[in-house]
């Protein structure tokens, strides 16, 4: 669990935090929003010259796929020359979707450099006969609707895409100390704290609105405005009072959002009682559960995602840069790179896997894709060393190691404040994630069979009396305040009879702990969470597999965490210096046009999001196209915890 129980704590600790970067300027800012801001390659412009990306993450290939396409009208033997080293066996990057016979293996540890592979696993998800192909997204699960560029290129390359279900109102929420410990539905908590709080203000009308200094003729008439709104908001009654009923006849103006305790049809139904205030309250509902998430920008609906599993991405990409005549290269991982000063060409060199062997490639440009602190070891000193005049621009190479510092020695970054929990923030951060296999019944209840079923104490009307009051959850997410803090759903194939559940996503502390743990031990505390919602559901569960993202080779992390390089001004000035890219000074003082650039989410505005990927890869391109045009300074960059966790 994160050190934060709401955002209201957040906020208050971290006074600068926001959800979204904001531009310097807003110059700037209208400048940024249009597409005149993206500067193309001209006709020919990197003829007979070298790409290297290192990394197939989404960022790695967007930039690939973007020199290429601009570059495709070239004569073939003139055409620039792309290649994409890849250190695994797949590409793609954290963008990974796992299915029946993948296997998947962490490192042993979060150690970025010596560390081990530990015991494969082996995803062995049952297909019953009918059934779509399962899989888990185990690392990027959702499109939101605003991520127009990603959403444009999977319309580009014919992927098709689904609505991904951030919230049902028959979602869940449990928290060990509210309510007994027993699960709430979603919509009960929602529309009970709607109605109280709307009936407060009713109450308290006039008295809210003089505070405002409205006054005469106009606070009558915004008073009455006003008590209209809380009665539509609240579903309040005439006499402004929130109290749930069937209403008259028809159900015409029955107080009914927060749901039943038997749903009407055959019968008319029974509403739930409404939960007190008081209750309310005093559970705290939202504190810990990530309760008001799919309220947030980015998670509100609609979202999507790709039909088959979100790696349909990555590979559009792949297939596209394949197809342009790029050369993606997979286990092969980069050991160094340096620079030739004669020939003003990066050196890098590959290990062949299975041996010591290394293969040098050439490239004027070099775009990494790699996790930043991946670098340190990877980059000659000639480049990086911060006392040489030569390499890159001091400012790259002052920001490069104060990302460096983030990572390895965070406790030395400016502004560094320690943790009352005692775990420390580093810039690759925790995450990890449970998938889980179950019958749908679980969660989507039983089947009605009118014709053949019995009446007895235990079904009525065709239903099971357990689940009279029930309505199916069909997708969203269920909240709680245990170590696995959420359960998804499937959002598609509702007519199987078997489906992939998210069964943990946590981060901070408690993902770096499970990180620790063996695969056992986390099925283990997973299962055990998904008890408190109901231990028939609990014991339901199998097929289980797991992933924490900071032992995952060659990636060694989530996303990045721009507030573990210091304060909000520092770490700000880190990041827009890395953005620019750099060009590389000779020892006779001459220096190229920016050449080596950082791309994917890590530098962008949008960390842990595949849009930020895409929009980091196209900076740079434009950057190439356009050495002139510096890529705009952010005044702020985005809090992590609010843009990717939910806070």
Known sequence: MSQYKSRAELLQDNPQASAFAALANATQQQNAVTDGSLKNLKHGQLDGKKVIVIGSGVGGLTTAYEILNQQQSSPADKRVKVTVLEAQNRTGGRCLSLRT???????????????????????????????????????????????????????????????????????????????????VVYRRLDHNTR????????????????????EGEKLTERVDDLKSLMTSFGELDLNGKYHVSSGDEGFENGVTRAGYTELPGVTAGVIAEALSFESLLESKFWQNTKFFQPTDFLWQPTLFQPVGGMDKVQHAFAQQVASLGGDILLNSPVKHINWDEQTKQFIVLVQTMGSDQLTEYRADYCISNLA??????????????????????????????????????????????ARKDGYISRFLACTSKVGWQAERVLWQGSLIDNAHSKQSKDVKNGVPTSEIGVVPIFGGISWTDSEIQQIWYPSSAYQDKKGVLTGAYNFDKVAHDWGKLSVVQRLDKARIDASKFSKPFASGLSEGVTVAWQNMPYIKGGWAYWQAVGDAKYATKQFNSISQGSAVHNSDGSKTDPCFFVVGDQLSSLPGWQEGAIAAALNAVSRIADPNAPIVHLANLPDTRLMVEGI
């Open 195 to 214: 109605g109280w709080l709307a009936q407060m203000v009713y109450d308290q009308a006039e008295s809210l609105l003089q505070n405002l200094n409205i």
């Open 101 to 183: 016979g993948d296997t998947l293996t962490e490192d042993r540890d979060s150690e970025l450099f010596n560390s081990s592979p530990s015991k494969p696993q082996i995803v062995r998800f049952q297909r019953p006969q009918g059934d779509s192909e399962p899989y888990l997204n185990a690392g990027p699960g959702r499109i939101p609707s605003s991520h127009k560029r990603l959403l444009s290129y999977l319309k580009q390359f014919s992927v098709d895409i689904e609505v991904y279900v951030m919230n049902s109102g028959s979602n869940l929420v449990q928290k060990h100390d509210a309510f007994n410990g027993l699960p």
């Open 372 to 417: 930043m602190p991946f670098l340190s070891q990877i980059l000659s000193e000639n480049l990086q060393n911060t006392a040489e005049n030569r390499g890159f621009e001091p400012e790259f190479k002052t920001a490069l190691h104060a990302v460096y510092t983030a990572q390895f020695s965070p406790e030395k970054a400016p502004g560094y404040k």
